[in-house]
């Protein structure tokens, strides 16, 4: 399961509604991962709502430490890639993290995303949780 920006940030949140199915989803799958520029993301969602900068932070320090999140770092190539698949797909309102996202769950031949972002399904994805 890939866990995007607002996967992550609804399993820290506990204010947030879907809280308790984004933490029991997370613990559920034995294969988790993300990639840096959800990393990325997510410091700045959670400073737009207002989270805990100092647990963001904490957090993204645990999740290097575990073993049971492989974090696939962003490379040249791959940002290239997802520029042309974006370009490719002008009709859609995909941002840069989306497209690599969408370009490594089809190398990794994920289907499902923790994540409320109705673009995952858009692409063909399972959004598991509600936006």
Not at 65 to 72: A, M, P, Q, R
Not at 107 to 115: D, K, Q
Request: aromatic fraction near 12%.
């Amino acid at each position: 399961m890939l866990i995007d920006t607002s996967g992550f940030l609804c399993f820290l949140d506990v204010r947030d509604s879907r809280h308790d199915k984004a933490v029991a989803l997370y613990r559920s799958k034995l294969f988790r991962w993300t990639h840096s520029y959800i990393l990325l993301e997510l410091v700045a969602l959670a400073e737009a709502r207002n989270f805990s900068r100092t647990k963001t932070l904490g957090f993204l320090s645990e999740l290097f430490d575990d073993e049971l999140v492989k974090i696939v770092w962003v490379d040249d190539l791959l940002t290239q890639n997802a520029l042309t698949f974006l370009g490719e797909r002008l009709d859609k309102k995909w941002s840069l993290c989306d497209a690599v996202s969408f370009l490594l769950m089809e190398s990794y031949e994920v289907r499902e995303a923790l994540t409320t972002d109705h673009h995952f399904e858009q692409a063909g994805f399972n959004k598991l949780l509600e936006s």
